[in-house]
């Protein structure tokens, strides 16, 4: 049970990330295939893509109806209770582990979890129109934040803090990754030529770093690509660099943070000896794959605590 604890403390804070990330992803592929010209090569299936699903076998397993495609991949990402990427299910499953770790959370935290599980259950029945929609998202968000905010200035800082911290950063670096992958190197098809250099606004808006990458781009000599941008800048808090640094952060107080380290090192250590400008295309799709992998196998090593870590966990529960 104890081990089963830890577990549900890292989850909690993947899965608060994971519904802020996909409510954010929404909000920012609409207004990106809204605003695409009508060749795009990008479509609704596009955020199916990012969230892990095969959307053409998905799509074509979904009974038929009169709804649009649009309406078919927002009812599976948002109001679809029994889709492993929804927003309902996030919901459902922070919940479900927020309640089982409930004496390691501020009472503050779990009201506020317990708040933003009320608002979806009412508002996530039903989606009225693009405009409902976005609102709906943007409060989702918003809200995801507060809980945050209450956390940040309300938990004890323990081992239970550090591992919800860790499964946050994780969550957001996966999905940068995937962002990345999916609407930015799949249009890119893989060569031997050293690539163009894109600001890819809908990556940006995406992950909320139009703002701060124009800032960036300003106190730069040269012209940086977005995707070199939330791989290797520190300061921008979705970058990659930034989650890694932050995972370390909180490993380093924990019974097996070393081992955890060292796989963050490693990923570390791929950004830090490549110059990315360099990068072609090919090259660039080759270092997404082995982050992707890296950060698998970095949740695999903090899936399994020590028992010395058990423990010291089960103090604190009985405290």
Same mark, same amino acid.
């Given at each position: 049970m104890l081990l089963k604890s830890l577990d549900h403390i890292f989850w909690l804070g993947r899965y608060l !990330?994971? $519904?802020?990330?996909?409510?954010?992803? +929404?909000?920012?592929?609409?207004? $990106?295939? +809204?605003?695409?010209? /009508?060749?795009?090569?990008?479509?609704?299936?596009?955020?199916?893509?990012?969230?892990?699903?095969?959307?053409?076998?998905? &799509?074509?397993? &979904?009974?038929?109806?009169? $709804?649009?495609? !649009?309406?078919?991949? =927002?009812?599976? $990402?948002?109001?679809?209770?029994?889709?492993?990427?929804? +927003?309902?299910?996030?919901?459902?499953?922070? /919940?479900?582990?927020?309640?089982?770790?409930?004496? &390691? +959370?501020?009472?503050?935290?779990?009201? !506020?979890?317990?708040?933003?599980?009320?608002? &979806?259950?009412?508002?996530?029945?039903?989606?009225?129109?693009?405009?409902?929609?976005? /609102?709906? =998202?943007? !409060?989702?968000?918003?809200?995801?934040?507060?809980v945050v905010g209450v956390l940040d200035g309300t938990m004890l800082r323990s081992d239970a803090f550090d591992l919800f911290n860790i499964g946050r950063h994780l969550e957001r670096a996966d999905m940068t990754t995937r962002i990345m992958d999916v609407m930015v190197l799949q249009q890119l098809q893989p060569t031997d030529i050293k690539r163009p250099r894109f600001r890819w606004t809908s990556i940006l808006n995406a992950l909320g770093g139009v703002e701060s990458y124009h800032y960036y781009l300003a106190h730069q000599n040269t012209e940086v690509d977005a995707v070199d941008y939330l791989l290797t800048y520190a300061d921008f808090p979705r970058s990659i660099a930034y989650c890694l640094h932050r995972v370390a952060a909180s490993a380093k107080a924990l019974p097996h943070g070393a081992a955890i380290l060292q796989r963050v090192w490693q990923l570390q250590d791929l950004l830090k000896t490549q110059n990315l400008a360099e990068l072609t295309t090919g090259q660039l799709h080759q270092l997404i794959d082995q982050l992707q992998t890296g950060i698998i196998e970095l949740h695999q090593v903090i899936s399994t605590p020590s028992i010395e870590f058990s423990s010291e966990l089960s103090q604190q529960m009985s405290a």
């Amino acid at each position: 049970m104890l081990l089963k604890s830890l577990d549900h403390i890292f989850w909690l804070g993947r899965y608060l !990330e994971r $519904l802020d990330d996909t409510a954010r992803l +929404i909000n920012a592929t609409s207004h $990106l295939l +809204i605003d695409s010209h /009508k060749d795009s090569q990008f479509s609704w299936s596009l955020l199916l893509d990012v969230l892990g699903q095969n959307s053409v076998e998905l &799509l074509s397993q &979904l009974p038929a109806s009169d $709804l649009t495609l !649009e309406q078919q991949v =927002m009812g599976f $990402l948002i109001t679809d209770a029994s889709s492993q990427v929804s +927003i309902r299910a996030a919901c459902s499953a922070l /919940k479900q582990n927020a309640r089982t770790v409930r004496q &390691l +959370i501020p009472r503050d935290m779990w009201e !506020e979890l317990n708040s933003l599980d009320l608002f &979806l259950q009412e508002h996530c029945q039903q989606l009225q129109g693009r405009q409902h929609r976005y /609102k709906l =998202m943007t !409060e989702v968000s918003r809200r995801c934040q507060m809980v945050v905010g209450v956390l940040d200035g309300t938990m004890l800082r323990s081992d239970a803090f550090d591992l919800f911290n860790i499964g946050r950063h994780l969550e957001r670096a996966d999905m940068t990754t995937r962002i990345m992958d999916v609407m930015v190197l799949q249009q890119l098809q893989p060569t031997d030529i050293k690539r163009p250099r894109f600001r890819w606004t809908s990556i940006l808006n995406a992950l909320g770093g139009v703002e701060s990458y124009h800032y960036y781009l300003a106190h730069q000599n040269t012209e940086v690509d977005a995707v070199d941008y939330l791989l290797t800048y520190a300061d921008f808090p979705r970058s990659i660099a930034y989650c890694l640094h932050r995972v370390a952060a909180s490993a380093k107080a924990l019974p097996h943070g070393a081992a955890i380290l060292q796989r963050v090192w490693q990923l570390q250590d791929l950004l830090k000896t490549q110059n990315l400008a360099e990068l072609t295309t090919g090259q660039l799709h080759q270092l997404i794959d082995q982050l992707q992998t890296g950060i698998i196998e970095l949740h695999q090593v903090i899936s399994t605590p020590s028992i010395e870590f058990s423990s010291e966990l089960s103090q604190q529960m009985s405290a």
